[in-house]
């Protein structure tokens, strides 16, 4: 790869990353997973409650599902609001699809999680299944 200066050190950094995820995936010989979105995950004792943020994206292009203790985010965020002859300055924001895994602690209750999306930010509520919840045992 011949030398070519970016301009700036962000563009340079953000072309760095493109790079570095597009060899991972040619060494892998799949697509990489990547760590968008940014997630935070909260544990309230009886529900895992993960957090997404995902500003644009059209609630009807995610698709949410948990298998045991992961749990999988899928969605695609389109320019389609912008004209087809646009040219970009600066594009920072990526576009297209992307699939995020998180592995949780503990296995969930696929059957009774449950996700809300408002202004940006994704909600999923990933109960405990029962054998995973602490019990009381009594003395005898």
């Known amino acids: 790869m011949p030398y070519r200066y970016w301009g700036d050190p962000i563009t340079m950094l ?3 990353r493109k790079r570095q995820l597009q060899s991972m995936r040619e060494a ?3 697509e990489f997973a990547g760590v968008y979105p940014a997630v935070n995950i909260y544990d309230d004792g009886d529900a895992f409650m993960v957090r997404a ?4 994206i059209d609630k009807a292009k995610l698709d949410i ?3 045991g203790n992961r749990l999988s985010i899928r969605g695609e965020r389109s320019c389609s ?3 087809a002859d646009v040219a970009f300055h600066r594009r920072e924001r990526d576009m297209g699809t992307f699939h995020r895994v998180v592995s949780l602690p503990e296995h969930v209750d696929a ?5 809300t999306y408002k202004n940006g930010i994704l ?3 990933c109960p405990r299944t029962e054998a ?5 045992v009594e003395i005898a």
Do not use: C, D
């Open 81 to 83: 609001q912008l004209a």
């Open 111 to 115: 059957s009774k999680t449950t996700a």
């Open 53 to 56: 943020e995902l500003p644009g």
């Open 123 to 125: 909600e999923i509520v």
């Open 14 to 16: 953000n072309e760095l």
């Open 132 to 136: 995973a919840k602490a019990h009381r």
């Open 65 to 67: 599902t948990t298998k």
């Open 28 to 30: 892998e010989g799949h």
